[in-house]
Antibody
Framework: EVQLVESGGGLVQPGGSLRLSCSAS????????MHWVRQAPGKGLEYVSA????????YYADSVKGRFTISRDNSQNTLYLQMSSLRAEDTAVYYC???????????WGQGTLVTVSS | QTVVTQEPSLTVSPGETVTLTCASS?????????PNWFQQKPGQAPRTLIY???NKHSWTPARFSGSLLGGKAALTLSGVQPEDEAEYYC?????????FGGGTKLTVL
């Protein structure tokens, strides 16, 4: 059974940093691209970042470029999102999402809430 | 900036058929945009219903189908059930960029 479990969310002050983790199980993690998607309270889904299975390729939405860093540890089956210079508008539930084949999003985690506030 | 547009809201009666659409500001949506469709109910994580235009996951109810229609990606619910009341999002691929639509709130009355 595929499981994605996010952790690391919480309350952080503007300008602060936070690292999110996504622990994966039930599939061959190293062969799958992974994604981060966020959802601000009461708003729609926003695509954040992606990383290829071997970590050679990464992508960032313009809204987080230069502030967020996606990475993965295939030996630990874990995806990360290092977030810095956080702003109030980064407040959201952050989901990790597994990619199946090309163009195929399949499994979602339950999400972790990040609140940026003083 | 690329914009993906969905109907903000639709209302349907149980048993009816409804089609949600997903348009791209860059022009016609084709299979090369790998349209994905997601369902999200209040307080829950999204779940994927359709990938690569029309492919279903093992958990996707048979009444859901995906297609291309009039230059847009489309999600059709045939025989809507009360439990289908939810927010539906599409996602399109633009090379390295994935962009979500704003979502369609489907109300079943």
């Amino acid at each position: 059974e595929v499981q994605l479990v996010e952790s690391g969310g919480g309350l952080v002050q503007p300008g602060g940093s936070l690292r999110l983790s996504c622990s994966a199980s039930g599939f061959t993690f190293s062969t799958c691209a992974m994604h981060w998607v966020r959802q601000a309270p009461g708003k729609g889904l926003e695509y954040v970042s992606a990383i290829s299975g071997n970590a050679a390729n990464t992508y960032y939405a313009d809204s987080v470029k230069g502030r967020f860093t996606i990475s993965r540890d295939n030996s630990q089956n874990t995806l990360y999102l290092q977030m810095s210079s956080l702003r109030a508008e980064d407040t959201a539930v952050y989901y990790c999402v597994k990619q199946g084949g090309l163009g195929t999003f399949d499994y979602w985690g339950q999400g972790t809430l990040v609140t940026v506030s003083s | 900036q690329t914009v993906v547009t969905q109907e903000p809201s639709l209302t349907v009666s149980p048993g009816e058929t409804v089609t949600l659409t997903c348009a791209s500001s860059t022009g016609a949506v084709t299979s090369g945009y790998y349209p994905n469709w997601f369902q999200q109910k209040p307080g829950q994580a999204p779940r994927t219903l359709i990938y690569s235009t029309s492919n279903k996951h093992s958990w996707t109810p048979a009444r859901f189908s995906g297609s291309l229609l009039g230059g847009k990606a489309a999600l059709t619910l045939s025989g809507v059930q009360p439990e289908d009341e939810a927010e539906y999002y599409c996602l399109l691929y633009y090379g390295d960029v994935w962009v979500f639509g704003g979502g369609t709130k489907l109300t079943v009355l």
